[in-house]
T-cell receptor
């Protein structure tokens, strides 16, 4: 599975959009991009995933570049409750293993 | 659905004692994962099962760690004997086969070995 690179930390003002980047320059054609977040002392929580096209759900939007070497998770209106560590993971769904490798993630702090 | 259930939520024990962590996956999920999280090493996959069979245990740190899944609704992670360096938060997660691989995590067990 491809490795990912994320900034260590970011700040965002409450009510503003939080844009979290992820670099996955070695991604393969059959690898999806997944985003999870972990609020302090809780288990990681699934946010969104995508392959090629941009995706949106009730929590966030995922923008994947055309060459698929990077992506951005967008929280459109960040709240204090969005303060968490955000993990970007790539994984081949055809591998049959469903195995994730978590990196260090981005620690997002939403400021009042 | 109750989600993934883990017990106990907190465990404090003394070095040398046996520790057993328990997990009940979401009903119908075919994959079960055990992770360990520490400040130093982050979130690490220890072992995972498919249909109750261990598939990959390459993350299990040493022979003191063992995991079993006697049926589709129950798994245990055992540490014997425990050491202070085993102190961590242990998470269990599950996912259904044939899906997109979204893993659903339990609340974790916070283990402190004195």
């Amino acid at each position: 599975d491809a490795k990912t690179t994320q900034p260590t930390s970011m700040d965002c003002a409450e009510g503003r959009a939080a844009n979290l980047p992820c670099n996955h320059s070695t991604i393969s054609g059959n690898e999806y991009v997944y985003w999870y977040r972990q609020i302090h002392s809780q288990g990681p929580q699934y946010i969104i995933h995508g392959l090629k096209n941009n995706e949106t759900n009730e929590m966030a939007s995922l923008i994947i570049t055309e060459d698929r070497k990077s992506s951005t998770l967008i929280l459109p209106h960040a709240t204090l409750r969005d303060t968490a560590v955000y993990y970007c993971i790539v994984r081949a769904t055809t591998s049959g293993t469903y195995k994730y490798i978590f990196g260090t993630g981005t620690r997002l702090k939403v400021l009042a | 659905d109750a989600g993934v259930i883990q017990s106990p939520r907190h465990e404090v024990t003394e070095m040398g004692q046996e520790v057993t962590l328990r997990c009940k996956p979401i009903s119908g999920h075919d994959y079960l994962f055990w992770y360990r999280q520490t400040m130093m090493r982050g979130l690490e996959l220890l072992i995972y099962f498919n249909n109750n069979v261990p598939i990959d245990d390459s993350g299990m740190p040493e022979d003191r760690f063992s995991a079993k899944m006697p049926n589709a609704s129950f798994s245990t992670l055992k540490i014997q004997p425990s050491e202070p360096r085993d102190s961590a938060v242990y998470f269990c997660a599950s996912t259904p086969q044939g899906g997109v691989g979204t893993q659903y995590f339990g609340p974790g067990t916070r283990l402190l070995v004195l």
